[in-house]
Antibody
Framework: QLLESGGALVQPGGSLRLSCSVS????????FSWVRQAPGKGLEWVSA????????HYADFVQGRFTISRDNSADTLYLQMTRLRVEDTALYYC?????????????????WGQGTQVTVSS | DIQMTQSPSSLSASVGDRVTITCRAS??????LGWWQQKPGKAPKRLIY???NLHPGVLSRFSGSGSGRDFTLTITSLQPEDFATYFC?????????FGQGTTVEMK
């Protein structure tokens, strides 16, 4: 199970930290991604982090504003969002990414959470 | 970035119908593609990985095929609980990219 939290109404230029609490499988074995969906729009990948947290990737539109991180001791994924813009308004999902062992993909993206709503508005 | 073109954007079907949804990638993604089902207010539900493999617990009326650039999701004998939105996702490389989604509506 993946359970997102932390979404809220925030003013443009503000900050927010999203969390994704994981249970039911070994969190530290998997990479994770954040994906968002703006109202009436399609799905948009935001960021990903490796199983050990040493490697991360970002969509161009969030570079330098968002930071993905994880706490493997707490089975929790985070997305720190700063300098928020109106266009960041969306439902934010965390998604379980693949598991890679010694360069071989063992499992593939599968579970998603239900999402947490971020609204950026003055 | 790899572009994913999904079609149709919506379709109307009846219970028992066979439904086919396609995704085309802008470049070769091998078979690094999955399909999910999405219903309002719910977490997207996994269906297919590696283009043609059913995730555990997914009923066999769902099937996937394709490799390279062209992929298909087929639902044989559509059931009432299958009316939903379906999307493809390529995970060959970051950024992940998605098809625009296909809404399967009741005729």
């Amino acid at each position: 199970q993946l359970l997102e939290s932390g979404g809220a109404l925030v003013q443009p230029g503000g900050s927010l930290r999203l969390s994704c609490s994981v249970s039911g499988f070994s969190f530290s074995n998997y990479a994770f991604s954040w994906v968002r969906q703006a109202p009436g729009k399609g799905l948009e990948w935001v960021s990903a982090i490796s199983d050990n947290g040493r490697s991360s990737h970002y969509a161009d539109f969030v570079q330098g504003r968002f930071t993905i991180s994880r706490d493997n001791s707490a089975d929790t994924l985070y997305l720190q969002m700063t300098r928020l813009r109106v266009e960041d308004t969306a439902l934010y999902y965390c998604a379980k990414d693949r598991r890679v062992v010694r360069g071989v993909t063992i499992t593939f993206p599968d579970y998603w959470g239900q999402g947490t709503q971020v609204t950026v508005s003055s | 970035d790899i572009q994913m073109t999904q079609s149709p954007s919506s379709l109307s079907a009846s219970v028992g119908d066979r439904v086919t949804i396609t995704c085309r990638a802008s470049q070769d993604i091998r078979n690094d593609l999955g399909w999910w089902q999405q219903k309002p207010g719910k977490a997207p539900k996994r269906l297919i990985y590696e283009a043609s493999n059913l995730h555990p617990g997914v009923l066999s009326r769902f099937s996937g095929s394709g490799s390279g650039r062209d992929f298909t999701l087929t639902i044989t004998s559509l059931q009432p609980e299958d009316f939903a939105t379906y999307f493809c996702l390529q995970y060959n490389s970051y950024p992940w990219t998605f098809g625009q989604g296909t809404t399967v509506e009741m005729k």
